[in-house]
T-cell receptor, first 111, second 113 residues
C-alpha cells in the first residue's frame, strides 16, 4: 500500500534554516502536503504542492518536490521558537480527500 | 468564521462500551473526514463523507462507523470498545472534496480502561 516516511527529529538554532524531508511511494500522487501540529491542537495546513510542480515558495516556507525520486522537502527560513511543533508530510490518493500521513518530524528550535 | 468543532474533547470509557463523537464542520464545508491518531500508528484515515455519502473508508473494523447529516455535521461511533481504541480522534472539513485541503478540529481524546 501507499507509504510516507519522514525523519523523526530535527533540532535547529533560532534564526537558522530548517529542512524536513519526506519520501513517498504512491506513483499517482496528485497533491502533497505539509501540516503542522502544536501540542494539544489539531493539524494546521501549512502548504501544498501539485505533483507537476518542482518548487513552491510561500513566505518563509519553500517546498521542493523531486517526483522522480518521490522526495518532498520543507524548508523553513529564519526558524523561530514558535515553529517548534510536529510537521507531517501527507500524500493525497487519487480520489477524494483521503490522505496518507507520515509519522511526523518533531522540530525543536533552540534559542 | 468558526473553526471545526469537536465534542466531547475528552472522554473515558470502559471496554465493551460504545461511544459517539460529534463534529461540526466550518460553515459551507460539505466534506468531512475522520482520522485516528495514536503514538504507535500515527495518523490513520477512518472515513470521509461528502453530501451525506461515504466516499472513502479506511482499514478499520466494522465496529467503527460514521454518518453525515444534511447540515454537514458528522458523527462517528465506535462499538464494543477495546483498549487499543484509545486515541485522539480528529475530524477535518474541507471546502472542496478533491484537494486534500483539510481544516482540522482539536480532536476528541478517548481513553478506554
Amino acid at each position: 500500500g501507499e507509504d510516507v516516511e519522514q525523519s523523526l527529529f530535527l533540532s535547529v538554532r533560532e534564526g537558522d534554516s530548517s529542512v524536513i524531508n519526506c519520501t513517498y511511494t504512491d506513483s499517482s500522487s496528485t497533491y502533497l502536503y505539509w501540516y503542522k501540529q502544536e501540542p494539544g491542537a489539531g493539524l494546521q495546513l501549512l502548504t501544498y504542492i501539485f505533483s507537476n510542480m518542482d518548487m513552491k515558495q510561500d513566505q518563509r516556507l519553500t517546498v521542493l518536490l523531486n517526483k522522480k525520486d518521490k522526495h518532498l522537502s520543507l524548508r523553513i527560513a529564519d526558524t523561530q521558537t514558535g515553529d517548534s511543533a510536529i510537521y507531517f508530510c501527507a500524500d493525497r490518493l487519487a480520489y477524494g480527500n483521503k490522505l496518507v500521513f507520515g509519522a511526523g518530524t518533531i522540530l525543536r528550535v533552540k534559542s | 468564521k468558526a473553526g471545526v468543532t469537536q465534542t466531547p474533547r475528552y472522554l473515558i470509557k470502559t471496554r465493551g462500551q460504545q461511544v459517539t463523537l460529534s463534529c461540526s464542520p466550518i460553515s459551507g464545508h460539505r466534506s468531512v473526514s475522520w482520522y485516528q491518531q495514536t503514538p504507535g500508528q500515527g495518523l490513520q484515515f477512518l472515513f470521509e463523507y461528502f453530501s451525506e455519502t461515504q466516499r472513502n473508508k479506511g482499514n478499520f473494523p466494522g465496529r467503527f462507523s460514521g454518518r453525515q447529516f444534511s447540515n454537514s455535521r458528522s458523527e462517528m461511533n465506535v462499538s464494543t470498545l477495546e483498549l487499543g481504541d484509545s486515541a485522539l480522534y480528529l475530524c477535518a472539513s474541507s471546502p472542496d472534496p478533491n484537494t486534500g485541503e483539510l481544516f482540522f478540529g482539536e480532536g476528541s481524546r478517548l481513553t478506554v480502561l
